[in-house]
C-alpha cells in the first residue's frame, strides 16, 4: 500500500482569518481575510487560469511550452452543429432533475425532520443512503437494469408476460437517475434546515389562527429559502456537469449533453483541449451568474433560525397520510437502492453476462459468489481501497475546515475580500469536473514542489474541486446561526478566536458534520478530477472500478468491486454522524 | 441509539477484516491466461547468460542483472485486457517487474506531454495507437532513439521502423466484426462485410464511432475505399447503437443489447477466452489494420528494464504472443501463428488493409467528417 505523505494538505496551513465582524473598530477590517483569499486563489484560479489561457492561446498550454500567443478562433466551436442541441439536452436534464432532486430530498427532509411519519430513523437513512452508490456506479447499474434488449428489468417483464420495455438509454432515464443520485444533498441541507427552524415564528402563525397549510406556505417554506436555493444551485451545476451519468445512459440513447461533448471534444484526434475549454469559460460565466442571482435574492431578508433559546421544531401530524407517505419513501429506496445493488450483485455473480431469462439462473454453475473472494484478495483492490479512504478523509476534513473559514469570513465579518472569497470559491462548480483536472495537471506538474505523483495531490485536488460544496453546506448552517451569542462573549471579553470556538462552532456541530459527511462522500465518488491526476502508485477505488468498467472489460470485477465499495462508504458514514449525533439522527 | 451502535461496529469489522485478509497473491485472471491459456510457454528460457528465448538473444548478462533490480514503467493506449495479459507474459518469460498505467491514447497523449514538459515523465516506454500521437512524442523529444537486437530484422519490413528507432511498430491492431454466439446461429452468422446491411441487423447493430480513435478512424477509411461512401451510408441506415469506447461496446455484445458489432480483434478475443459468448469473424473481403507503436523515453534511456520490454516485444517470443492474443506481427518473415481458432492475415496479405501514418496525416480528418455524416453523428 502507497504510504501517506507526510506533508500535509495546503489548506490546513492556511493562517486563520481574523474575525472582523463586530470588532471592526479594533482591528483593521477584513485584513486577516487577504492570506486566506491568497490560499483559496493560489487552489482554485491557478488551474482554472490555465483553463482560461487554453481557452485563447494557440497552443494547449502544456509545461514547458506555455506561451501567450493569443486568438479567438476557437470560438468557431459554437458554431458547430450540435452545440446548442447539447446545450438544449443539458439545460432539460439540469432543471429537470434538479427539480426531481429537490423534490426528493426535500420531501424526505421535511418528512424526517418536521412530521411523524413511521419509522422516522429509517426514512432519514432512506434519504442518506444514496450518497453511498456514486452516481456512476447507480447509472451502471441502472444501464444493467434499463437497457431496452438486455436489462434485468425488461427481462424480469418478459418472463412475467409484460409487453413493456424500459428504456433507462432515454431524456428520461437520465433525469430519473440524476434526480435520484443528487437527491441526497438537497436532503441534507434542507434537513438541516428544517431541523434547527426557531418554532416561535410558526407557533405564532398557528396562534393567529392559520391553518397548517398556510403556516407552512408563509413561514416553514420560506425560512428554509437558504437551504433550498443553495440545494437547488449545488445539485444544478452538478447535475449540469455530471459526466458519468450522461456518458453511461445518454450517450447510447444518442442523446449529447455539454459535458460529453466536452469530453468528446477533449478526445478527439488531435485532442481539442483549446476549444472544450472555450466551452468550459462559458458554463463558469453562467454558473457565476446563477450565484450572484441567489445571492441577490438571500440579501433581502434575515434568516436566522438559530438563537440561543431552547428549541425544538414543530411536528406536524400527517394522519392518515403516514403510511401512503412512508410507502412513497420505500419507492424511493426500491429505485435507488434496492435495485440498484441487487443488479451489482446479480452482474457480479452470473458466470456468464449474457442471460435471457431469470430462469437462466437455475442452471446448476450460473452462479458463482467468487468473484467477491477475489476481488478482496487483490492487491489492486486493496491499494486502492486503501488509498481512496486516507484521501477521502484527510481532504474532507481539510476541506471542511477552508470552508468554515471562508464561510465565516464571508457571512459574519465585513472584509473587503469576502465577494472575492465567495466568488473564486464558487468557481469550481462551474468549471466541468474533465477541464479543470486538467488544469489541476498542468498546475501541479509546473509547481516546483514534488507533489505530483503522491496522495498529497490528490487531496489537494479535492479540495479545491469541493470547495463550493464545502462553502454551501456551512455557509447554510452559518446563515441560521445567531450571531448574538459569540458577539456577547467578546463583549464579556472573550477573545474572538475563542468565542468561535466554543460557541459558533458547537452550535453549527450540525452543519459542519454534515459539510463534513458530504466532503467525504464526494471524495469517495469523485472520478473525473482524479482520472487526470493518478499514477500506478495512486490508485484510488473510484479510478479502479471506472477504468475496469470503461477500459477493462471486466464487469463481473467492477461490479464486485462497486458493492464493496458502496459498503465502505457506509461503514466511513458512521463516522460523521457520530459526531453530529445530536441533530443528524432525527 | 444502540442498535446503529451494533451496526457500525459490525460494519467496521468487516472492513478490517476485508482489508486485512490483504496480502493478496496478486495471480490474477490476465497471469493465468499469459502463463497457459493463449499461448504455451516458451520451450526454452535460459538465463545463463543473458536473457535468451527459444534461441533469440534478448538481453546480456548485464542488462539483465540490472533489469532485475529495475522496474518497468509502460504508459500505454492499447487495450487493458490486452496490456494485462502482455506484462504478465513478460514478467512469467523474463521474470522483469513491470507495472502499467493504461488510459486511452488521446488522454496517454495530454498527460506524457504535460508530464515531459515537466520533466516529471515516469514512464519508461510509452506505447499509442495513433501515429500521429507517435509522431508528435517523436518531434517533442519523448522518444529518443534505440535500437532492440532485432533492429536489422524490424529495418526490412515498411513502417516498423520510424525516425531511425526512435520509435517501432510493436504489432498492429486488426479490426472486423463479429456477434454474440448465445443469440445468433447457424446461416444467421454474418460472414461478409455485406452481410451487416442485412434488414435483419436493424437496431440490433454496434459501431464505435470514427473520431474514438485511431483503430476506429482507420476501419472507416478501410470501409470506405473498399466499399465507398454508400456502404458506410446503409450502415448507419441501420441504426446501429454508436458507442464511444470498445470496452463498453463488448460488454453490451456480450450481454445480448446488441447482438453483432464491428469489433477490435484482440480485445475481443480477450472476452471470448475469459468466457463471455462471443465469437470473431474473419472476412474474407478484407479486415481494417492499424498501428501500435512504442518507444523508450528519456526515463526509459537510464532503465536497463525498460530496454529489455522493447527487446522482449520485439523478439520472436513477443511477436508470437501478440499474434497469440490477436495483433498482426510486425517484425517480418514471422511463421503465422494462431490466434486460437482464427487465423489472422499476415501484415503484408492483400486481405489486410493498413491505415498508414501518411493515411492518418492527410486523411483522419476527412474520414471521420464522412463517418458522422453517414451515422448522423455530432462529434
Known amino acids: ?586 | 441509539m444502540r442498535r446503529k451502535l451494533t451496526l457500525a461496529a459490525a460494519a467496521t469489522a468487516l472492513l478490517v477484516a476485508t482489508t486485512a485478509c490483504g496480502g493478496g497473491s496478486g495471480q490474477s485472471p490476465a497471469s493465468e491466461a499469459a502463463r497457459n491459456e493463449v499461448l504455451p510457454m516458451p520451450a526454452q528460457i535460459d538465463t545463463s547468460n543473458g536473457l535468451v528465448i527459444d534461441g533469440e538473444k534478448i538481453a546480456d548478462k548485464q542488462l539483465l542483472e540490472e533489469a532485475k533490480k529495475d522496474k518497468v514503467v509502460l504508459y500505454s493506449g492499447s487495450g487493458k485486457e490486452s496490456e494485462d495479459l502482455t506484462i504478465a507474459r513478460f514478467k512469467a518469460e523474463t521474470g522483469i517487474d513491470i507495472e502499467l498505467t493504461r488510459m486511452p491514447t488521446n488522454k496517454l497523449s495530454e498527460r506524457v506531454l504535460s508530464e515531459h514538459g515537466a520533466n516529471q515523465l515516469g514512464a519508461g516506454v510509452v506505447r499509442v495507437t495513433d501515429p500521429l500521437v507517435a509522431e508528435q512524442f517523436a518531434e517533442r523529444g519523448v522518444y529518443v532513439p534505440y535500437k532492440p537486437p532485432s533492429y536489422d530484422e524490424l529495418k526490412k519490413g515498411d513502417n516498423v521502423v520510424f525516425n531511425d528507432g526512435q520509435y517501432l511498430t510493436a504489432y498492429y491492431s486488426a479490426y472486423a466484426f463479429g456477434y454474440n454466439s448465445a443469440a445468433v446461429q447457424g446461416e444467421d452468422v454474418p460472414k461478409k462485410w455485406a452481410d451487416l446491411l442485412d434488414p435483419k441487423w436493424k437496431g440490433k447493430l454496434g459501431v464505435v464511432h470514427a473520431g474514438a480513435g485511431g483503430t476506429v478512424t482507420a476501419l472507416a477509411a478501410f470501409q470506405l475505399d473498399a466499399f465507398g461512401e454508400d456502404y458506410v451510408s446503409k450502415l448507419g441506415a441501420q441504426q446501429p447503437r454508436i458507442f464511444d469506447t470498445t470496452s463498453v461496446q463488448l460488454e453490451a455484445l456480450a450481454r445480448g443489447e446488441i447482438t453483432v458489432a464491428t469489433l477490435g480483434f484482440n480485445s475481443t478475443y480477450g472476452a471470448e477466452v475469459a468466457g463471455a459468448p462471443l465469437k470473431l469473424v474473419v472476412p474474407e473481403d478484407g479486415i481494417s489494420g492499424s498501428f501500435n507503436l512504442m518507444g523508450l523515453t528519456p526515463a526509459g534511456e537510464k532503465s536497463a528494464a525498460a530496454k529489455v520490454f522493447i527487446n522482449w516485444t520485439m523478439s520472436q517470443a513477443g511477436q508470437k504472443f501478440a499474434a497469440a492474443q490477436g495483433f498482426v506481427p510486425a517484425r517480418p518473415g514471422l511463421e503465422p501463428t494462431p490466434t486460437g481458432e482464427y487465423q489472422l492475415p499476415p501484415a503484408d496479405s492483400e486481405q489486410f488493409h493498413l491505415f498508414t501514418p501518411e493515411d492518418a496525416a492527410q486523411r483522419s480528418a476527412s474520414t471521420i467528417q464522412s463517418w458522422n455524416q453517414a451515422f448522423h453523428f455530432t462529434g
Open chain 1, 1 to 586: 500500500m502507497t504510504t501517506v505523505q507526510t506533508r500535509p494538505a495546503a489548506p490546513q496551513e492556511a493562517p486563520l482569518p481574523a474575525p472582523s465582524g463586530r470588532r471592526r473598530r479594533r482591528r483593521p477590517k477584513g485584513l486577516g481575510s487577504l492570506p486566506l483569499l491568497f490560499v483559496v486563489s493560489f487552489l482554485i484560479l491557478v488551474p482554472a487560469g490555465f483553463v482560461l489561457l487554453a481557452a485563447f492561446s494557440v497552443d494547449i498550454p502544456r509545461p514547458g511550452s506555455i506561451n501567450f500567443d493569443l486568438t479567438l478562433q476557437h470560438l468557431a466551436v459554437f458554431i458547430e452543429p450540435g452545440v446548442l442541441r447539447a446545450t438544449v439536452n443539458s439545460l432539460i436534464i439540469g432543471v429537470s432533475a434538479t427539480l426531481l432532486a429537490l423534490l426528493i430530498g426535500g420531501f424526505l427532509a421535511f418528512a424526517t425532520a418536521r412530521t411523524n411519519i413511521p419509522m422516522r430513523g429509517f426514512v432519514f437513512l432512506i434519504g442518506l443512503m444514496p450518497l453511498f452508490l456514486p452516481s456512476y456506479v447507480g447509472a451502471l447499474a441502472w444501464s444493467q437494469l434499463g437497457s431496452p434488449v438486455a436489462g434485468l428489468l425488461n427481462i424480469g417483464m418478459r418472463d412475467l408476460g409484460i409487453d413493456f420495455t424500459v428504456n433507462i438509454y432515454s431524456m428520461f432515464g437520465v433525469v430519473l437517475v440524476m434526480g435520484m443520485f443528487y437527491a441526497p444533498y438537497a436532503f441534507l441541507l434542507m434537513h438541516s434546515s428544517m431541523s434547527l427552524m426557531n418554532p416561535d415564528l410558526e407557533d405564532a402563525a398557528g396562534v393567529h389562527g392559520g391553518s397548517t397549510w398556510q403556516m407552512l406556505r408563509s413561514v416553514t417554506f420560506p425560512l428554509a429559502m437558504p437551504a433550498i436555493l443553495g440545494s437547488a444551485l449545488l445539485v444544478f451545476t452538478h447535475i449540469f456537469e455530471n459526466f458519468p451519468v450522461s456518458q453511461v445512459l445518454a450517450t447510447p440513447g444518442q442523446i449529447d449533453t455539454l459535458p460529453t461533448f466536452i469530453y468528446r471534444l477533449m478526445n478527439a484526434s488531435p485532442s481539442r483541449g483549446n476549444e472544450a475549454a472555450v466551452m468550459a469559460v462559458v458554463l463558469v460565466i453562467v454558473v457565476l451568474l446563477v450565484t450572484l442571482g441567489q445571492r441577490r435574492i438571500l440579501a433581502r431578508r434575515s434568516y436566522t433560525t438559530v438563537s440561543g433559546k431552547g428549541l425544538k421544531a414543530r411536528r406536524i401530524s400527517l394522519g392518515r397520510w403516514r403510511w401512503p407517505l412512508f410507502a412513497i419513501a420505500l419507492v424511493y429506496l426500491l429505485l435507488a437502492i434496492v435495485l440498484p445493488l441487487a443488479a451489482l450483485i446479480l452482474t457480479a455473480v452470473r458466470t456468464s453476462p449474457y442471460m435471457q431469462s431469470f430462469s437462466d439462473l437455475a442452471v446448476p454453475g450460473a452462479i458463482d459468489f467468487g468473484s467477491f473472494g477475489r476481488v478482496l484478495q487483490s492487491d489492486l483492490f486493496l491499494d486502492s481501497a486503501g488509498n481512496s479512504v486516507i484521501v477521502a478523509v484527510v481532504s474532507a476534513a481539510a476541506g471542511t475546515l477552508l470552508a468554515f473559514l471562508v464561510g465565516y469570513t464571508v457571512y459574519r465579518t465585513k472584509a473587503k475580500a469576502r465577494g472575492a472569497l465567495e466568488g473564486v470559491s464558487m468557481v469550481p462548480l462551474a468549471i466541468p469536473a474533465i477541464v479543470l483536472g486538467m488544469g489541476l495537471l498542468w498546475t501541479w506538474l509546473v509547481m516546483p514542489v514534488p507533489l505530483y505523483g503522491t496522495l498529497a495531490v490528490l487531496m489537494i485536488a479535492f479540495v479545491a474541486v469541493q470547495m463550493p460544496q464545502g462553502l454551501r453546506g456551512i455557509a447554510s448552517s452559518i446563515q441560521s446561526t445567531e450571531r448574538d451569542l459569540e458577539d456577547n462573549a467578546v463583549l464579556h471579553g472573550a477573545r474572538r478566536s475563542r468565542a468561535v470556538l466554543s460557541i459558533t462552532v458547537p452550535l453549527m456541530r450540525v452543519g459542519i458534520a454534515s459539510t463534513f459527511l458530504m466532503l467525504l462522500m464526494l471524495s469517495m465518488r469523485e472520478l473525473t478530477v482524479p482520472l487526470f491526476l493518478y499514477t500506478s502508485d495512486t490508485h484510488i477505488l473510484s479510478i479502479t472500478i471506472f477504468d475496469q468498467f470503461e477500459n477493462g472489460g471486466a464487469l463481473q470485477q467492477a461490479a464486485a468491486m462497486s458493492v464493496i465499495y458502496c459498503l465502505i462508504m457506509f461503514v466511513l458514514s458512521y463516522l460523521p454522524r457520530r459526531l453530529g449525533s445530536g441533530g443528524m439522527n432525527p
